[in-house]
């Protein structure tokens, strides 16, 4: 299935485009911004799309007037496209429970859908009309995307955030949204899909435990708990705005005429402890992981750990010496491996957490 993605680059996009990535009965056809601007690209695209998501939009801007004109004309040439091209994939279309609301971006969500609900009919097609609650996850822009963004990013540098209204907050984790999509793209339903929240928290809520894990995590080193399908997704949406700076990070280290201890995490929440031994310049890892909390300590002899965001090219180099021990945790969606750069065996030990759905799978191979 040769599958578009309009809005490939936004939030909700990447994580999409990366999910199906993941799979091989998908076949992605890139999408770049300027195909809206340039009539014969988005032509071209929309003649080798099998199924097209289309979740390019305009979410904010202070006139609303143009986020409905604008939101309406991205329609239009997707429609006035396929028209010229004779063509008639299943369109997917994110809405959002804003439909309900007398605001002028929720009516251009709603007005948006219909028009494509009438091009499919007139044309034998499908489209499927997606009404979405509020979305967080990974890499969300602080004051755009979500409360949860804004927050995560405020509470990670330090800045106390304000609650305007303490209502209660209907989300969905970018990981299930793109389920639910994913299932949408493969049973091709033609109407109106009001895909469900998984969660529920007040506001207050919310900032309560941000709060609490840059106490646990940024301050003392420590995983709080995160064995509910909740706070394992606010944990690591939460962890992706901690700055790369933070690592490496030394342990504490008591020594005495007997020796030294060291304590390698103190965590609020179950998980695995490994370790390994490898010899000098091999490489173990190359890989990443989409929820697993994750962390490593050298002990002995001397590593570079790295990491590569997986839609990135930028490498982030880490050099750990076992002299003085210390530890570096990977976010999800970062490739990482480790590296004996001494000339010592070198030894290092591995904690993770994966407290449900322990039967899909959450390790995939990429070089750094």
């Known amino acids: ?36 601007q340039k009539q014969e690209k988005l032509q071209v695209f929309v003649s080798k799309c099998d199924t097209i998501v289309h979740l390019a939009a305009m979410n904010r801007h202070e006139d609303p007037q143009v986020i409905y004109d604008t939101n309406i004309d991205l329609v239009n040439k997707l429609i006035n496209a396929c028209e010229a091209e004779n063509a008639a994939p299943h369109i997917l279309i994110s809405s959002s429970t804003q439909e309900a609301k007398d605001n002028l971006y929720g009516q251009s969500k709603k007005k948006g859908r219909e028009l494509l609900e009438n091009w499919a009919k007139k044309n034998n097609s499908i489209t499927t009309g997606m009404v979405i609650p509020n ?60 895909i469900p929240h998984f969660h529920e928290i007040t506001v207050s809520g919310l900032l309560n435990k941000l709060k609490k894990y840059a106490s646990e995590y940024i301050d003392k080193g420590e995983f709080p708990g995160i064995d509910t399908p909740l706070d394992l997704a606010l944990f690591n949406t939460f962890r992706c705005y901690v700055s790369p700076d933070h690592y490496p990070r030394l342990f504490t280290k008591h020594t005495d005429n007997r020796g030294s201890f060291v304590e ?15 010899k000098p310049g091999i490489t173990r890892g190359n890989h990443f992981h989409t929820r697993k909390a994750e962390r490593f300590a050298v002990i002995k002899g001397k590593a570079k750990i790295s990491l590569r965001k997986i839609d990135s090219d930028e490498v982030i180099d880490y050099i750990i010496d076992g002299v003085n021990p210390a530890y570096v945790d990977m976010p999800i969606w970062y490739t990482h491996n480790i590296t004996n750069i001494g000339d010592e065996e070198m030894i290092a030990l591995f904690w993770i957490n994966e407290p449900y759905n322990q039967d899909d799978p959450d390790t995939y191979f990429v070089n750094v």
Not at 17 to 28: D, G, I, P, T, V
Not at 169 to 191: C, P, W
């Open 1 to 36: 299935m040769k599958i578009g993605i309009t809005g490939q680059n936004g939030f909700i996009g990447k994580h999409l485009f990366n999910f199906l990535n993941l799979k091989e009965e998908m076949e992605l056809i890139p999408f770049q911004k300027d195909f809206f």
């Open 264 to 278: 390698i995490v103190r965590a609020n929440t179950s998980g695995q402890f490994s370790f390994s031994t490898t």
């Open 135 to 194: 979305v967080f996850g990974p890499f969300g822009k602080p004051f755009y995307n979500s409360v949860v963004a804004t927050f995560c990013h405020q509470v990670a540098v330090g800045e106390s955030p304000t609650i305007v209204n303490d209502g209660t907050v209907h989300l969905i984790y970018v990981n299930e949204l793109v389920e639910e999509i994913f299932k949408l793209i493969k049973n091709k339903t033609n109407e109106r899909v009001i």
